[in-house]
């Protein structure tokens, strides 16, 4: 099995170009910038250079794959690109060039609850583009994740600085899921028969317990601010005015998530407090 890997240099593509390379897998990945993917150790042998949202750098990238996994999708992006440029379009131009090279497998990476959540510019998009994948005749896999254990390093950020605020009361359940898991549950996916696939981590957390995991693991006091509901909706008309629509949708989507439990089938064995205690260790080392 020959795998393409597309988004290699975010968070989970990381941990799956790892996993692949760990493994022995024949796969390549498809990076923007080579450079972060040759630092991660991965060989230039397995590194191709395109842009996914313009098309024409695509040509004959798919040609003797088998199985396409992509996770592409806009995080932390700042160069004015929107969802519909990067999480529908990119997407469904490796797509287009997965049907004519004659692909068999196309794994994406979605989000939990994605399909219910179309009044947001992110789910919209991706949704958008799991309805094309869905129509496009491959065989096909929808990772549909509770969280990332990035998207968790806010609260740790937070109770570094002394407070950590919380939407409602705290009360909101979560199950995020650490990348090295999630990647084994992609690469899964590519041998399996699962069309839809929703998980999240061993841990079925409060946003609460979340926060005073962060603030053990810094040997702090525990000090929560509670906002509520009518602040949240407030604090989003006035970045909806303000704000530019690529800059709107990542608060959008946080304000409107944590507001939702976002639990699933748990999977994997890293924890929060593992992760947390990660942070500090390497911060703690670079400091040295």
């Known amino acids: 099995m020959k795998i ?14 790892k996993t692949l390379s760990k493994q022995q897998m024949d796969f390549t990945a498809i990076a923007r910038t080579p450079q972060t993917l040759l630092d991660m150790g991965i060989p230039h042998s397995r590194i191709v250079s395109a842009q996914l949202t313009q098309r024409e750098n695509l040509k004959g990238v798919c040609e003797g794959y088998d199985a396409v996994i992509s996770t592409v999708g806009i995080t932390r ?13 990119a997407n469904k131009n490796l ?28 789910c919209a998009a991706k949704e958008r583009f799991v309805e094309e994948l869905k129509a496009s005749g491959l065989e096909y896999s929808i990772i549909r994740p509770s969280g990332f254990f990035s998207d968790m390093t806010e609260f740790y950020h937070m ?3 002394g407070r950590v605020y919380l939407l409602g009361n705290g009360q909101i359940k979560v199950n995020p899921i650490h990348g090295a898991d999630l990647a084994q549950v992609c690469i899964r996916a590519v041998f399996e028969q699962q069309e839809e696939v929703e998980v999240g981590g061993p841990e079925v957390l409060t946003h609460r317990a979340i926060a005073e995991t962060a603030f053990m693991s810094l040997g702090r006091k525990v000090k929560i601010t509670y906002i509520p509901d009518w602040i949240r909706r407030a604090l989003l008309r006035i970045a909806a005015l303000f704000l530019s629509k690529a800059q709107f949708g990542p608060v959008e989507f ?14 994997g064995k890293h924890t929060i407090k593992g992760f947390f205690n990660e942070l500090r260790q390497s911060e703690e080392a670079s400091h040295k």
């Open 4 to 17: 393409l890997l597309a988004g290699a240099t975010g968070y989970l593509g990381s941990y799956i170009a």
């Open 254 to 267: 946080f304000l409107n998530v944590m507001t939702l439990d976002m639990t699933a089938p748990t999977y």
């Open 159 to 161: 109770a570094q600085k």
């Open 95 to 122: 797509l287009d060039e997965a049907i004519r090279s004659g692909v068999k497998k196309f794994v994406y990476v979605s989000v939990l609850r994605g399909e219910a959540l179309t009044h947001l510019q992110i």
């Open 77 to 89: 992006q700042k160069d004015g690109l929107t969802y519909m440029d990067v999480d529908y379009q």
